[in-house]
């Protein structure tokens, strides 16, 4: 199957400053890729859908200034935590579509202390 | 919207039982589903899917039944070993929109 990388696995960094997660699609094109958070013992939270060449949409509740979503390439997206807090601490997972199905990274968990 | 949910949390059973793990779904308009596997700290992982034109599709030791009159879909686990112990979603999606994930159910296989 399709191979979605995600990188860092797992990031630990200070409260106030910002992180960047990457997400690629390793053997194909992904115009659409999606950014979800999970909190332990809970479900995939979809927080924004990610297209290439335009804007991401995000979800209600989400704040968009805090989660910057950037889609500059057809295999790679990044999603960047902006002055990250405590309460930001969480799973976070990328998918990419390819044709009906998803395939999903692997996963940051963002620690912030 | 859509809402997808699972009637149990935890499964708990012995090796080389079959197990089976349900799903509810809300929107009678889904028309994808899939099943997915999370190990911890892990992303999900692809398992097995049906459209909405089914109601079984068979993989290995896995199978998947989906009863659209009363908006339910099931994952059947066959001769169940340790390896399966892991969080299991489903999932539902009407025509091209964004997936969405059912609560999840904990399954644990003791040898």
């Known amino acids: 199957g399709a191979v979605v990388s995600q990188h860092p696995s797992r990031v630990i960094c200070k409260s106030g400053t910002s992180v960047k997660i990457e997400c690629r699609s390793l053997?194909?094109?992904?115009?659409?890729m999606f950014w979800y958070r999970q909190f332990p013992k809970q479900s995939l939270m979809l927080m924004a859908t990610s297209n290439e060449g335009s804007k991401a949409t995000y979800e209600q509740g989400v704040e968009k200034d805090k989660f910057l979503i950037n889609h500059a390439s057809l295999t790679l997206s990044t999603l960047t935590v902006t002055s990250a807090h405590p309460e930001d601490s969480s799973f976070y997972i990328c998918s990419a579509r390819l044709a009906a199905e998803a395939f999903f990274g692997q996963g940051t968990r963002l620690t912030v202390v | 919207g859509e809402s997808v949910g699972l009637h149990l949390p935890t499964l708990s059973v012995q090796e080389g039982d079959n197990s089976i793990i349900n799903c509810a779904y809300s929107?009678?308009?889904?028309?994808?589903f899939i099943w997915y596997k999370q190990e911890s700290g892990k992303g999900p992982q692809f398992i097995i899917d049906i459209r909405s034109n089914m109601d079984k599709r068979q993989g290995q030791r896995v199978t998947v039944l989906l009863n659209k009159t009363v908006k339910h879909l099931s994952l059947q686990i066959a001769a169940t070993q340790p390896g399966d112990s892991a969080v299991y979603f489903c999932?539902?999606?009407?025509?091209?929109?964004?997936?969405?994930f059912g609560k999840g159910t904990m399954l644990l296989v003791s040898p």
């Open positions: 053997d194909f094109q992904a115009t659409t």
């Open positions: 929107n009678s308009a889904s028309d994808y």
């Open positions: 999932a539902a999606r009407e025509g091209y929109s964004t997936l969405t």
